[in-house]
């Protein structure tokens, strides 16, 4: 048996990183979670994703912190209420947040470049964001190909590979897929706008695709099962 | 006369950034400044990257903060000492930071997406620096390519203009241009990693590279020249 080799792993505390991650651990890999707080209104991802990194038992968790509030433009970091019960169509939602994918894998390849890891796993979906325009395919082929020379590793010829396994799932699959490695989605938070205690408000975008995601896979969701989240530290 | 367009510019507090802001004006456009604070050592550089935003009269400084010391690899960031009085050769230096470029440029993406800007400024330079692989044109491009793919401007078919207006100068050329535009050296912090009192080692590779500018170009360094560096706040 070899060396496992190092994946960093993008980390938001949400159902699709949690599931990325996993996949990544199902394919030997040894994990470094990454989680950016970039000034979400929601501050509950957090937590969610230290229970997630301990659950998945990684070798380190990194918490980075850049203000993305300032830059504004965004519902997710407070320049505008989050949007509810809106129809779901293909244009770029008032939740995109400008550039943040950008910024957060630019984070994990600094990372990934001194741990000696070449693999960076994100867990963007092209199918039900396809409003996003930095979770689509010819994005992160980009960002690839961006990486390949950015880096000295690159320059050596060691070019970094981005995973986004979940790119062409749709929800249902990727908790199928979840339910498959035995996660516990009890653990990840997905709201962009919790009620007090932080209950999911089930009317924005985000708790509407989950909920669509859990009831066409035929699963019951743990966060609405008259399960509370857990607690920080709690598992 | 029209409105002048809009571009973002990153400012180190370096001679460099500074000289590509001052271009950047010189064509016409209105500055937004963007300095971040990545955990450099030496914590010179904001106080001068504010005297040089007050001294091009730009539109707006926003000084963001992301802890790169965290992922650590680089002497600029703590992890080992800043060589002094090394070869100068194209190996990547250790002084080097792992992505740097990558994370600024997508903070200032984020930042021109938000303002409706589609222009870029950085003041990388592929002539001395070559032993960096964030510096070089090939790299540029990529980011290039990447932008317009990661926007919602991108998508609406208005992509980003990243220019790096000093990519093919000598610092000789660089010095030769900013001086022709009036600028004041006097402003910007150099060194590496400065002795007691905020002057230029002299030894390390950013200060030699500056003075080898300043005397091919047949100009007096105002840092050198017997006159201290201004203190915060004090132009």
Same mark, same amino acid.
């Not at 994946?7 to 950016?36: K, M, Q």
């Not at 990684?58 to 997710?76: K, Y």
């Not at 995109?96 to 960076?120: K, M």
């Given at each position: 048996m070899g060396v496992p080799p190092k994946a960093v792993v993008l980390l938001s505390g949400g159902l699709d990183s949690y599931t990325a991650a996993a996949i990544a651990r199902a394919e030997g890999f040894e994990l470094y979670a990454l989680t950016v707080?970039?000034?979400?209104?929601?501050?509950?991802e957090l937590p969610a994703a230290r229970r997630i990194a301990r659950n998945l038992a990684v070798s380190r968790h990194l918490e980075l912190t850049v203000d993305l509030r300032s830059i504004g433009g965004s519902a997710l970091t407070g320049a505008e209420p989050v949007p509810k019960d809106r129809v779901l169509t293909p244009a770029i939602p008032r939740t995109y947040v400008p550039a943040r994918n950008t910024v957060l894998l630019s984070l994990a390849l600094g990372w990934a470049e001194v741990l000696g890891a070449r693999d960076l796993f994100i867990g963007v979906? @092209?199918?039900?964001?396809?409003?996003?325009?930095?979770?689509r395919p010819e994005y992160l082929k980009a960002f690839e190909r961006l990486a390949a020379l950015a880096t000295r590793a690159g320059v050596e010829g060691l070019p970094t590979r981005l995973h @986004?396994?979940?790119?062409?799932?749709?929800k249902a699959d990727i908790v199928r897929r979840g339910a498959a490695l035995g996660?516990?989605?009890?653990l990840t938070v997905t709201c962009y706008d919790p009620e007090p205690?932080?209950?999911?408000?089930?009317?924005?975008d985000s708790c509407r695709l989950r909920a669509r995601g859990f009831e066409e896979a035929g699963l019951a969701d743990p966060l609405l099962d008259g399960a509370a989240p857990q607690t920080p530290g709690g598992c």
């Amino acid at each position: 048996m070899g060396v496992p080799p190092k994946a960093v792993v993008l980390l938001s505390g949400g159902l699709d990183s949690y599931t990325a991650a996993a996949i990544a651990r199902a394919e030997g890999f040894e994990l470094y979670a990454l989680t950016v707080s970039y000034g979400q209104v929601h501050n509950g991802e957090l937590p969610a994703a230290r229970r997630i990194a301990r659950n998945l038992a990684v070798s380190r968790h990194l918490e980075l912190t850049v203000d993305l509030r300032s830059i504004g433009g965004s519902a997710l970091t407070g320049a505008e209420p989050v949007p509810k019960d809106r129809v779901l169509t293909p244009a770029i939602p008032r939740t995109y947040v400008p550039a943040r994918n950008t910024v957060l894998l630019s984070l994990a390849l600094g990372w990934a470049e001194v741990l000696g890891a070449r693999d960076l796993f994100i867990g963007v979906n @092209a199918v039900d964001y396809s409003g996003y325009p930095d979770c689509r395919p010819e994005y992160l082929k980009a960002f690839e190909r961006l990486a390949a020379l950015a880096t000295r590793a690159g320059v050596e010829g060691l070019p970094t590979r981005l995973h @986004a396994p979940l790119l062409r799932l749709s929800k249902a699959d990727i908790v199928r897929r979840g339910a498959a490695l035995g996660l516990d989605y009890g653990l990840t938070v997905t709201c962009y706008d919790p009620e007090p205690g932080d209950r999911p408000c089930g009317r924005c975008d985000s708790c509407r695709l989950r909920a669509r995601g859990f009831e066409e896979a035929g699963l019951a969701d743990p966060l609405l099962d008259g399960a509370a989240p857990q607690t920080p530290g709690g598992c």
